[in-house]
């Protein structure tokens, strides 16, 4: 007898044919299992950004369930109001998701953000992290990783990349005393959702750091996308783990942590950096690699 | 019931008497006394909603959005900075059809520092789209709010309106109020029920992209419905008369204009004083007659129109300096009269700016001067600083 293996991913859709993301682009993914997590019941507010723009132009609207487009800055706030008004409403079992990139996070939306941990708003915050603001053509955001050429960190002569890390979105939101935090990757779907369905019911702000290649900007051949975010992950560049009141755990053990110049050269983004650079990101991202693991060790004491 | 308080505490027993669904609130003085009395009486249970503290004004506008989306019925209350600050979400709170009423507490924008009563901030939001109505007092800024939501709300309006009070002048200075009770304010506003809110049975996408092919007719729809609004004011305003026994005027109350020489076309607190000198200035046989400007958004042109007819000279008084073509009030009626065949003289007066003393004194420099234009035919410049040390020198 063939052992077939059982579905792990719900094989309800509510992400329609006809989005306009490019070919290859992580979001629709990080939509599609987003709302395969959560259902019909989630509402979705959407500021400026792809996330907005690839569902179509009005009137046409390729998901299944509403959503509330906002201004850029103002995700956590706008979400925490839809809740507000659902609570008076006495409006149950809604799922209520701020979906922003990570300019509209970690920049611009990092004041709104920040209140709506403050009062543990009821809210699932999801960052679509491609690392740049893509939407406006590829320009360095706070979540820009060190080495990458963005349109406002272009390479002269060798030199002018982005030489500043990525913000530390999660332990900012950890200090800020969040309930639930965690990372996922398009190119894990089956962890994505998991993470999903834990966090949906948890009472308070919950906050998830999804890693998305843009196919345009980071300069990779669309067909590679899941292979480079898989490599992310794989490198130890962009780990998966959660945090649970302060309480730091692995969601996917790598056991042998691949060179990061096996993703970092399948990136044009990253074409220009040399032996040393290279090394050097090596150097941090084992580094960075080794902060986690003790903070998984420290908060599990 | 009647009770002595300020405007900002009448504000604040209008939106409990309103049963507002979602309070977001964020201090600035003069407004926070708003937000104060608010979580006062939301700690004792006697607020209908609930009240949120946010981190900014423009995270309080947000938040309201997303609550009036979810179809709750919202207030906050700003001034100043706060106001300039919300300034993106006024935009989107009428894009997006929201009938949110704010109480806007008007002072001046800094540098300098100045936080006492002017129009600065509210004249800056002119052109947001957000209706504007100035109160006179402090029973106006109780009954103004009740109306604000009935209008706004009404399914062929659905635009958010301003409720302004001066500061200082009206949110910190104490006067008799009338209290209306629970049950008629009930009949008189109904639940919040709008015709588009977030469903999960009929899923539809709020605010999204539109092109340029499509664009401009939602700016038209809205024009169209500013339009509808000029009428509802006025009707809710007749209707609240019949109900709670006072009125407003709706758009424009003309006072002692019916067989006046001049008239003073004013908003605001100052209103109260230049019907007062209005007044005393006619038992001296100078018939001077005071327009007291309601409402500002939507601008009743046709109403003030009326002037030409009335009047051979028009004074308008500003209690703020944006910097275009004379002060914003002034521009805006000399325009909205303007009759290509003739009709009145129109002078600017500035003053009062940053809580200085706009006194009787000055109010009758003011009539005395547009007497003076009347007699000798011309305006002799175009705008007048009241009360003003010379700008020249050395202070």
């Known amino acids: 007898m063939v052992n077939i293996p059982k579905f792990t991913i719900p094989k309800e859709e509510y992400v329609c044919k006809g989005h306009s993301a490019c070919p290859g682009c992580g979001t629709p993914l990080a939509l599609r299992y987003t709302l395969k997590a959560l259902g019909k019941r989630t509402v979705l507010n959407i500021p400026a950004g792809c996330g907005g723009v690839i569902l179509g132009v009005w009137p046409s609207y390729a998901l299944k369930v509403p959503v509330v487009d906002n201004a850029f800055e103002c995700t956590a706030a706008v979400a925490d109001g839809i809740r507000a008004g659902f609570d008076v409403l006495s409006v149950e079992d809604a799922y209520v998701v701020g979906w922003a990139g990570d300019g509209g996070t970690v920049d611009i939306g990092l004041q709104a953000l920040s209140a709506a941990v403050d009062r543990n708003a009821n809210i699932i915050y999801i960052m679509l992290d491609n690392e740049a603001y893509m939407n406006t053509g590829i320009q360095k955001s706070g979540c820009t990783p060190i080495g990458a050429w963005t349109t406002t960190t272009p390479v002269a002569d060798e030199k002018g990349w982005n030489t500043s890390p990525k913000k530390r979105i999660m332990e900012m939101l950890v200090a800020n005393g969040i309930v639930y935090g965690a990372t996922v990757n398009v190119a894990f779907p089956e962890d994505f959702i998991a993470r999903l369905r834990e966090a949906k019911d948890i009472k308070g702000t919950k906050f998830i750091h999804v890693l998305a290649p843009c196919t345009p900007g980071w300069r990779i051949d669309p067909k590679k996308s899941i292979e480079v975010a898989r490599l992310a992950t794989q490198t130890g560049i962009f780990p998966l783990y959660k945090v649970e009141n302060g309480r730091y755990s692995l969601t996917k053990e790598i056991k042998n942590r691949k060179p990061v110049r096996d993703y970092l050269m399948l990136q044009g983004r990253f074409r220009h950096l040399k032996e040393e650079a290279i090394n050097q990101i090596q150097k941090i991202v084992d580094e960075e690699y080794a902060r986690l693991l003790k903070k998984i060790k420290d908060t599990n004491e | ?395």
């Open chain 2, 1 to 395: 019931m009647i009770e002595v308080m300020t405007a900002n505490y009448a504000a604040a027993y209008a939106v409990k008497l309103a049963r507002v669904g979602v309070i977001a609130a964020y201090p600035i003085t003069p407004q926070s006394s708003i937000s104060e009395k608010l979580a006062e009486m939301y700690v004792k249970g006697e607020l209908h909603g609930k009240y949120f503290l946010v981190e900014s004004e423009h995270s309080a506008m947000s938040m309201l959005i997303g609550a009036s989306y979810a179809g709750a019925r919202t207030f906050t209350a700003t001034s100043s900075h706060g106001l300039a600050l919300m300034h993106e979400m006024l935009f989107w709170a009428v894009g997006a059809r929201r009938p949110i009423v704010m109480a806007v507490v008007a002072r001046a924008l800094a540098p300098p520092w100045n936080i006492w009563g002017d129009h600065m901030d509210v004249m800056s939001e002119r052109d947001t789209g957000w209706m504007q109505f100035f109160c006179e007092n402090n029973q106006e800024t109780l009954d103004t709010i009740l109306m604000a939501y009935k209008i706004s709300e009404n399914r062929s309006v659905m635009l958010p309106s301003m409720v302004i009070e001066d500061g200082f002048i009206l949110s910190h200075t104490y006067e008799a109020v009338d209290i209306p009770d629970q049950d008629e304010v009930d009949d008189f506003l109904p639940p919040f029920d709008p015709e588009w809110k977030i469903d999960f049975n009929d899923p539809r996408r709020f605010g999204g992209l539109t092109m340029p092919d499509w664009w401009s007719e939602f700016r038209y729809r809205i024009a169209l419905d500013q339009e509808v609004a000029r009428k509802k004011i006025v009707e809710v305003d007749k209707e609240f008369e019949r109900k709670f026994g006072r009125s407003y005027g709706g758009l424009v109350e003309f006072y002692n204009c019916d067989d006046a020489e001049v008239a003073l076309v004013l908003a605001g607190s100052a209103v109260g004083t230049a019907k007062e000198v209005s007044d005393k200035m006619r038992e001296r046989g100078k018939k001077v007659g005071v327009v007291k400007l309601k409402t500002f958004r939507p601008f009743p042109a046709e109403e003030l129109k009326k002037l030409n007819d009335m009047v051979p000279v028009v004074g308008v008084f500003d209690r703020s300096y944006t910097f275009g073509y004379g002060g914003a009030l002034y521009s805006e009626v000399r325009n909205g009269i303007y009759d290509p065949a003739g009709g009145a003289l129109v002078k600017n007066y500035v003053g009062g700016m940053g809580g200085k003393d706009f006194t009787p004194k000055n109010m009758e420099f003011i009539f005395e001067d547009l007497l003076r234009i009347k007699k000798e035919g011309k305006v002799d410049k175009m705008v007048e600083w009241i009360n003003i040390k010379d700008g020249t020198g050395r202070w």
